[in-house]
């Protein structure tokens, strides 16, 4: 499993659970991965991507979201 | 308040989005408007703009136009003429499949849309649509 995938794994177990290692998340807060930890939540994309980005400045790496429900995208 | 006016083309409805790349630049795409394109993400991006992505976020289902288990990124969107700048989702994605008019390199949906405090179509006194978008920001 790389990188990404394990980020992804541990954003929907958030997603569903709205815990994560006995840590609560409640719907709407973003929150930042790397390596599969969370190393930041905040109420708003930008403040996460920044912590995320000074701890490691590849975008390649890590990943940002906010917590719910998965949404469909619908594309006429 | 602050408005902006992008001339539409014969077929649709277009706005024009500033893109900064992590790298340090930035990109101008011209996009469809699509109202009807509903969800969580605002843009759907060609796949091959992985240089505009600032981080990746989790995938997401897509039906309509595009289907099944869709790559998402954070962009870093921008129209300056209304001082707007905002981190926002878009999908990366074949959009050959999307049959975009030729001037455009992608689609922007009720999401981005709503980020704003009216938007819509009017036709001028000399019979020339255009798009516009109108933010609170003087």
Known sequence: ???QELNQQVAE???DAGQWNG???HAGKCVALLDGKVVAAADDIASVLKVLRSLDANPNRGMVFEVGRPVT???? | MAIVYFPSLAEADTIEVTF???SGGEENLRLLVDSGFTGQSCFVLPENA???AHAATTASQASGALQG???RVVVAARIDALSFANDVIAILAD???LALPAATQGMVGLPFLRLFRRWGAEQSADGVWRFFLESDTP
């Open chain 2, 69 to 71: 288990t869709q790559r």
């Open chain 2, 50 to 52: 992985d240089d505009l």
């Open chain 1, 1 to 3: 499993m790389n990188e």
């Open chain 1, 13 to 15: 177990q958030i997603c």
């Open chain 1, 23 to 25: 840590q609560p998340f």
């Open chain 2, 20 to 22: 900064t790349k992590p």
């Open chain 2, 95 to 97: 959009t050959s499949t």
């Open chain 1, 73 to 76: 995208d619908v594309i006429r």
